[in-house]
C-alpha cells in the first residue's frame, strides 16, 4: 500500500515539474494583439520567427516591429507591454520572483507593470528596469511610455500612473554587462529622479548630464496620449483626418511683459482651442476639472543649477516620441495658472488627436532638432503669401525669462516683425442702480455744463 502511494507521489511530483518545464520552454511573454509584420530573433541560435497572435516568447529574444505594425505583449506577472511599429526591445530576462530586464534599443514602449509584490524577497526595489543605451528606469507597478531614438541617442519617459525611477547612464557603464543589482543602484542614486503621474523627463547625451528634472507636459497631449495604445507612429498621425487647428498664432503677450499677469481663462481657452480644437479642449478640460492636482515639482518657467547639472525645462511642452525631443514652451507663451504649464504657440506645432503624436502642419522634425519641409504642404491661410519659415525649437537648458518676447514670432508685420494682439485695458466696473425705495427719497442734483 506505502508503494502504491509512494508511486502516485512520485507520478503527480514528475507531472508537475514536467508543466512547469513545459511553461518555462513557452515563454514569457505572449502576443495576445498584433498588428502587421512583428518578429522575434535569438542572437544566439540567429533563429527568426514571425509573430502572430498567441505566439509565445522567450528570454533572450529580440523583438522587432516593420512599419505600421505593433504588438502587445502579456508577460507571466500579467504585465502588458505595447511595441510600437519601427520599433525594437530585447527581452534580456524576466524571472518570476526578481525583476525582470527589458532593452529598448529603437522607438516606443507603453508598459503597465503589475508584478506580484508578494513573489518577490525585497519588496523596497524595483519590479522591472527598462534601459536604453543612455537611460536605465526603475519602475514600481505604473503606466508610462518610454522612447528611445538611436540617432541622437535621446531617451523621453512619460508616466501616467505612479512613479518611475530614470537616471542617465554613464560612458563607463553603457558596455558593462548590467544584472537587477547594477540597475538598483543607478536608479537609487542621488543623480535619479522620480518622473510620476503626468511628468516627463529625459536623456540628451551632450546636452544634459543627468535626466532632466521631471516637469508637467501639454495637458492635452498628455491626456491624449494616455488613451493611446502606441499602435500607431509619428509617421502615421499624418494620414489621420483628425488634426489640430491650422490657424496662425499671434501672440496675446506684449514683449517686456510677464505672461503671467495676462494669464486667465479666456485668453488661455482661446489658445488651447488654436491648437486642438474647441471639442477636445472642452474634453480636457473637463477630465483636469474632476481630477485629482497632486503633481508637483519645478518653478513652470524652468531652472538649471550649473553646479549639480540638474535642467528643469519649462512646463507645458510637448514630447516626440520619434526623436524622443522635447519641444520646450519658447519665450512669451501663454500661461495657463489652472495647470501651472506654459501653452506654447501653434506655430511651434501641436498634436494628432487621435494618438497625441507631436506634429507640425507644415514641417517635420528631424532627430537633430531641426525642421524640414513637408512637401506640398503649406497652410491654407497663407495663399500666396511668403513661405512659412521653419520654427525654431527652444533650449531646454535656458528657463523661461519673466516678459520675454516670442522666440520665433508668426509673420506679418513688416520686415517679418511679429503682429501682436492689443490688450485691451480693464475698464473699471460701473457702479450698481440704487434700490427703488432709495431712488424715490433721494434728490439727485444734474450740473449740465
Not at 495676462?262 to 482651442?273: G, T
Request: positive net charge.
Amino acid at each position: 500500500m506505502k508503494f502504491i502511494k509512494s508511486l502516485i507521489l512520485t507520478i503527480i511530483l514528475g507531472l508537475c515539474l514536467q508543466s512547469t518545464a513545459l511553461a518555462n520552454t513557452k515563454g514569457v511573454a505572449k502576443a495576445i494583439i498584433l498588428k502587421g509584420n512583428v518578429q522575434a530573433y535569438n542572437p544566439k541560435t540567429k533563429e527568426k520567427i514571425t509573430l502572430k497572435r498567441g505566439s509565445w516568447v522567450q528570454e533572450g529574444y529580440l523583438v522587432k516591429t516593420a512599419k505600421k505594425s505593433f504588438v502587445k505583449f502579456l508577460f507571466i506577472d500579467k504585465s502588458q507591454m505595447n511595441l510600437g511599429p519601427k520599433s525594437q526591445m530585447a527581452i534580456n530576462k524576466f524571472p518570476r520572483k526578481k525583476a525582470g530586464i527589458i532593452t529598448l534599443l529603437k522607438g516606443s514602449l507603453r508598459a503597465k507593470v503589475t508584478k506580484n509584490y508578494l513573489d518577490m524577497k525585497d519588496k523596497n526595489k524595483s519590479k522591472l528596469f527598462i534601459k536604453t543605451k543612455t537611460a536605465a528606469m526603475g519602475v514600481r507597478g505604473t503606466d508610462f511610455v518610454v522612447t528611445y531614438n538611436p540617432i541622437n541617442r535621446n531617451t523621453a519617459l512619460i508616466t501616467f500612473s505612479g512613479a518611475v525611477a530614470m537616471a542617465q547612464l554613464k560612458a563607463t557603464v553603457k558596455n558593462f554587462k548590467t544584472n537587477q543589482r547594477v540597475l538598483e543602484r543607478i536608479v537609487s542614486s542621488d543623480k535619479a529622479v522620480i518622473v510620476r503621474k503626468g511628468q516627463f523627463s529625459g536623456v540628451n547625451p551632450g546636452k544634459t548630464l543627468r535626466a532632466t528634472t521631471p516637469v508637467k507636459i501639454n495637458p492635452g497631449q498628455l491626456e491624449t496620449m494616455k488613451g493611446h495604445d502606441a499602435s500607431k507612429s509619428a509617421d502615421d498621425q499624418t494620414s489621420s483626418k483628425k488634426k489640430g487647428s491650422k490657424k496662425k498664432y499671434r501672440n496675446i503677450i506684449p514683449p517686456g511683459a510677464n505672461s503671467k499677469d495676462f494669464a486667465n481663462d479666456a485668453n488661455v481657452e482661446s489658445q488651447v482651442q488654436k491648437v486642438i480644437g474647441a471639442t477636445a479642449t472642452k474634453i480636457i478640460s473637463d477630465k483636469f476639472a474632476k481630477g485629482p492636482k497632486e503633481i508637483g515639482g519645478p518653478p513652470p518657467e524652468g531652472y538649471v543649477n550649473k553646479a549639480t547639472g540638474e535642467i528643469a525645462p519649462p512646463a507645458g511642452g510637448y514630447v516626440d516620441l520619434h526623436t524622443a525631443l522635447y519641444i520646450a514652451p519658447p519665450p512669451g507663451s501663454t500661461f495657463d495658472a489652472a495647470t501651472e504649464t506654459f501653452i506654447p504657440p501653434a506655430d511651434m506645432g501641436g498634436f494628432n488627436a487621435a494618438t497625441g503624436n507631436y506634429q507640425h502642419d507644415t514641417h517635420v522634425l528631424q532627430p537633430d532638432g531641426s525642421f524640414d519641409k513637408i512637401p506640398n504642404r503649406s497652410p491654407a491661410s497663407t495663399g500666396d503669401g511668403p513661405e512659412v519659415k521653419p520654427p525654431e525649437l527652444a533650449p531646454i537648458d535656458e528657463p523661461l525669462p519673466e516678459g520675454a518676447a516670442p522666440l520665433n514670432p508668426s509673420s506679418g508685420g513688416p520686415d517679418g516683425e511679429p503682429t501682436l494682439q492689443p490688450i485691451p485695458i480693464p475698464r473699471p466696473p460701473l457702479p450698481e442702480p440704487l434700490p427703488p425705495k432709495i431712488n424715490k427719497n433721494t434728490k439727485v442734483k444734474f450740473n449740465i455744463n
